[in-house]
């Protein structure tokens, strides 16, 4: 079972076949919406909408904990793929480009980023050396190849807090600390899924120039950023059918 967390700009997925939906409870609260199960050519998948299928949860908000739970207890999924859209900080990744992280930094804060916290449960440690799962990461970079669409191969993704856009000072400061990408919901989806024990890799769309940068260089103009994500999730959505045709 393939799992999707969809983003904002991918709050459906047009080429899934859909069979059924379900109503989930967790112990961690409510997920951001029903589970929708089905096919993409005949590979089993499970989607849910990160944001709220009204895309009305803010990053902050969305209860990560309830959707890894939901996806790995109630879905039975076996891996994960996050889409999500970003700000592009490196010169070279502009708005409209497609990019497949290898690494995090967070610079979250008040998420619940564990499901161990129980005054009753021992501190569990994970290795999160690689955030990404590296093998899904090749097989989405295989796919968009058999699909033709280019994608970028390996970025620093930065996790800011939001729901409000970067600083031009806190994107220079993201770029001296290594990052190349900005975005709000990266963590803790991708630790929480380790935890979980699913391989998780992100299929990040960049959908306008992060602060100070590009045509963002005074403000972000955010009339520019639907026509952006529109164009390119007909893209991810390529890549995904591709991903799928392999599956079994």
Same mark, same amino acid.
């Given at each position: 079972?393939?799992?999707?967390?969809?983003?904002s700009g991918l709050t459906q997925l047009s080429s899934l076949e859909i069979s059924h939906q379900q109503v989930v409870r967790t112990p961690y609260g409510e997920p951001s919406g029903a589970l929708t199960f089905?096919?993409? $050519?005949?590979?089993?998948?499970?989607?849910?909408?990160?944001?709220?299928?009204?895309?009305?949860?803010?990053?902050?908000?969305?209860?990560?904990?309830?959707?890894?739970?939901?996806?790995?207890?109630?879905?039975?999924?076996?891996?994960?793929?996050?889409?999500?859209?970003?700000?592009?900080? !490196?010169?070279?990744? $502009?708005?409209?480009? @497609?990019?497949?992280?290898?690494?995090?930094?967070?610079?979250?804060?008040?998420?619940q980023m564990t499901f161990h916290e129980g005054c009753d449960e021992q501190v569990v440690h994970i290795d999160f050396t690689h955030p990404y799962d590296q093998d899904l990461r090749q097989e989405l970079l295989?796919?968009?190849?058999?699909?033709?669409?280019? @994608?970028?191969?390996?970025?620093?993704?930065?996790?800011?807090?939001?729901?409000?856009?970067?600083?031009?000072?806190?994107?220079?400061?993201?770029?001296?600390?290594?990052?190349?990408?900005?975005?709000?919901?990266?963590?803790?989806?991708?630790?929480?899924?380790?935890?979980?024990? @699913?391989?998780?890799?992100?299929?990040?769309?960049?959908?306008?120039?992060?602060?100070?940068?590009?045509?963002?260089?005074?403000?972000? !103009?955010?009339?520019?950023?639907?026509?952006?994500?529109?164009?390119?999730?007909?893209?991810? !959505?390529?890549?995904?059918?591709?991903?799928?045709?392999?599956?079994?």
């Amino acid at each position: 079972m393939l799992a999707i967390i969809g983003g904002s700009g991918l709050t459906q997925l047009s080429s899934l076949e859909i069979s059924h939906q379900q109503v989930v409870r967790t112990p961690y609260g409510e997920p951001s919406g029903a589970l929708t199960f089905g096919l993409i $050519g005949k590979q089993a998948v499970v989607f849910v909408a990160r944001h709220g299928y009204g895309h009305t949860i803010p990053p902050h908000r969305v209860n990560y904990r309830a959707n890894i739970w939901a996806l790995a207890k109630a879905a039975n999924a076996t891996r994960i793929i996050s889409v999500a859209s970003v700000g592009g900080i !490196r010169a070279d990744l $502009g708005p409209g480009m @497609l990019v497949v992280p290898d690494q995090i930094i967070d610079y979250t804060w008040g998420r619940q980023m564990t499901f161990h916290e129980g005054c009753d449960e021992q501190v569990v440690h994970i290795d999160f050396t690689h955030p990404y799962d590296q093998d899904l990461r090749q097989e989405l970079l295989a796919a968009a190849a058999r699909g033709h669409e280019p @994608l970028v191969d390996g970025a620093v993704y930065a996790a800011s807090q939001g729901p409000r856009l970067e600083t031009a000072a806190e994107i220079d400061r993201f770029e001296r600390d290594g990052a190349h990408i900005v975005g709000m919901t990266g963590m803790p989806e991708a630790a929480l899924a380790r935890e979980a024990g @699913l391989p998780y890799a992100a299929l990040t769309v960049v959908a306008n120039w992060a602060a100070g940068r590009g045509d963002s260089a005074s403000e972000i !103009r955010f009339e520019t950023l639907e026509a952006v994500l529109q164009e390119a999730m007909v893209r991810v !959505r390529q890549v995904i059918g591709c991903l799928c045709e392999d599956c079994s």
